[in-house]
């Protein structure tokens, strides 16, 4: 079966900008959870959806926001964006939450410039 | 979550077994071990967990003493393919509250040489 699909794989934003990134978890899987990767700070949870509800949040600005759809899709999304933000951002789904094995895409590298 | 102890690297021969060590020395009763990996520019890959018990699958195996306060992932021929950072996690699992998320630390880069 198809894997965790992220997109878009790349992306180049100006500072200020917003950005929408995109999740389709494993069919049947109904948690999403996003992580942020950079060389400094690692992984980093950003939050987690379940039911098209957030369940949990890391510990980042309200910049940072997201959402799940009726179908398990998610979406997360930084507005004024900072040359700070840019990363590799993962997502990551499983059957529900407190499931023991997550699933990760190959995630979107933001450039912000 | 409990912290974990990771050393930053290590190198492993081809072919030989590479043994992973972990220090969880706070882990909680409730907190199962997790090994993930993630080969350069690639999501996390999850590999093994387990919470008091010796546990083996197709890719490894995860040896947990028997205070629980450390463990060591085991891979028993290591290929080339093999090489990624190494991630050893604690956290609970369903039922032992809402925060399930996943707290990764530095990890080990295992190198594996020809």
């Known amino acids: 079966k198809a894997g965790v699909t992220q997109t878009p794989r790349y992306l180049i934003k100006t500072r200020g900008q917003q950005v929408t990134l995109s999740c389709s978890p494993i069919s049947g899987h109904r948690s999403v959870s996003w992580y942020q990767q950079t060389p400094g700070q690692g992984l980093q949870f950003l939050f987690e959806y379940f039911s098209e509800t957030q369940r949990n949040k890391g510990n980042f600005p309200g910049r940072f926001s997201g959402r799940q759809f009726s179908n398990s899709r998610s979406e997360m999304n930084v507005s004024t964006l900072e040359l700070g933000d840019s990363a590799l951002y993962l997502c990551?789904?499983?059957?529900?939450?407190?499931?023991?094995?997550?699933?990760f895409g190959q995630g979107t590298r933001l450039t912000v410039v | 979550d409990a912290k974990t102890t990771q050393p930053p690297s290590m190198d492993c021969a081809e072919g030989r077994a590479a043994n992973l060590p972990c220090n969880h020395s706070t882990i909680s009763g409730n907190e199962y071990v997790y090994w993930y990996r993630q080969i350069h520019s690639q999501g996390p890959q999850y590999i093994i967990h387990?919470?008091?018990n010796n546990e083996t699958n197709e890719m490894a195996s995860l040896i947990i003493t028997e205070d629980r306060k450390s463990s060591t992932l085991i891979l028993p021929h290591a290929t080339l393919r093999d090489t990624a950072v190494y991630y050893c996690?604690?956290?609970?699992?369903?039922?032992?509250?809402?925060?399930?998320?996943?707290?990764f630390g530095k990890g080990t880069l295992l190198t594996v040489n020809p």
């Open positions: 387990g919470l008091k």
């Open positions: 996690i604690v956290r609970v699992v369903a039922g032992g509250g809402s925060n399930y998320k996943l707290t």
């Open positions: 990551a789904s499983s059957l529900s939450p407190g499931v023991t094995e997550a699933f």
